[in-house]
């Protein structure tokens, strides 16, 4: 997976990334996109970067689950921390928000969740966790995303790239090793 792009093959598994489901590939089509046949039968064409790679069971979570998940921001409900970080040249210390995307950090259980459920939720996380961010003009965020085989990690990426005001590297490797990413905001006041 290099560039951020996912490729696939026919008769991959695969699990939708913006909406509830998934599917086998079936076939690929030009400029990164691929016709799956979803749980229902149907034919439906996506970007690779709407699908996420299905390496285990396809497990299922209840109907009324999913749509429970997120619906009063509960899942959100402070799963991040604040430290105090000193800038050279600066005699007032910023606030680092962290926050860790591992699912046992967001949820209770994740017996039976598929990947795909696994990712939709640490990005709906990653979503909330950074508007909160965004609106309290902190400075500073730390992303730890975990190494694994590296769809946490793009995904995350992915999301900063196509933010404003965003510059975003490894984090300290001697703090966090080479499972989380630093993120600077920046404003225009």
């Not at 749980?39 to 064409?45: K, P, T």
Request: glycine share 10%.
């Amino acid at each position: 997976m290099s560039g951020g792009l996912r490729s696939f093959q026919p008769g991959e598994k695969v699990g939708f990334l913006y909406e509830k489901g998934g599917g086998m590939v079936k076939i690929v089509l030009p400029d990164n996109r691929y016709r799956v046949e979803d749980g229902d039968g149907f034919e439906r064409d996506f970007r690779g970067d709407e699908l996420v790679k299905i390496y285990g069971e396809d497990y299922k979570l209840p109907d009324d689950a999913v749509a429970q998940i997120n619906e009063d921001d509960s899942i959100t409900q402070e799963h991040f921390t604040v430290r105090k970080e000193s800038r050279t040249g600066s005699k007032r210390p910023i606030d680092v928000w962290e926050i860790d995307l591992h699912i046992e950090a967001l949820t209770d259980s994740n017996v039976g969740m598929s990947n795909a459920e696994i990712l939709s939720i640490q990005l709906r996380e990653l979503r909330t966790f950074y508007s909160k961010a965004r609106s309290k003009h902190i400075r500073k965020l730390v992303v730890i995303h975990g190494v694994g085989e590296g769809v946490l990690k793009d995904e995350v990426r992915l999301f900063l790239t196509r933010q404003e005001g965003v510059n975003y590297y490894d984090a300290d490797f001697r703090e966090y090793g080479k499972g989380a990413t630093a993120v600077d905001l920046f404003y225009n006041i």
